[in-house]
């Protein structure tokens, strides 16, 4: 379910979101949008992105988000997290950008370099 193509789970109102697709932009290149809080990523594909990063799906949520706090999900497992990212699409980080079953965060928006 990882695309092959450029793609960004991207969020327009998020700065760092909007600094790593400019970033790309930057350098000629155009990656396919996902505006994952409107187009909601489904369990495969969580799954799939969260593989292709490496890490747990704990390291790949916004625990700040008041929805994170409301669901106490500081003590659950990979299973309820993932179903919570599924309900609740706010909890992913951003963005996510996603090439040839690659995945980084662009948390600093230049760590996504490295897979593009």
């Not at 290149?29 to 990523?41: G, H, I, N, S, T």
């Not at 309820?80 to 309900?87: C, F, G, Q, R, T």
Request: net charge negative; charged share 25%.
């Amino acid at each position: 379910m990882m695309p092959t193509q450029l793609t960004i789970w991207h969020n327009p109102r998020c700065t760092k979101s909007r600094e790593t697709l400019a970033l790309l932009q930057m350098r000629g290149l155009q990656p396919a949008v996902r505006l994952y809080l409107v187009d909601a990523p489904s369990e495969a594909e969580i799954v799939a992105v969260r593989n292709a990063l490496g890490v747990t799906a704990d390291a790949m949520m916004r625990k700040g988000e008041k929805v994170f706090r409301e669901l106490d999900l500081g003590a659950v497992g990979e299973a309820e997290l993932i179903d919570a990212m599924i309900a609740h699409p706010i909890l992913i980080e951003r963005p996510i950008v996603m090439m040839d079953g690659r995945a980084a965060i662009g948390r600093p928006p230049e760590a996504v370099l490295d897979i593009v």
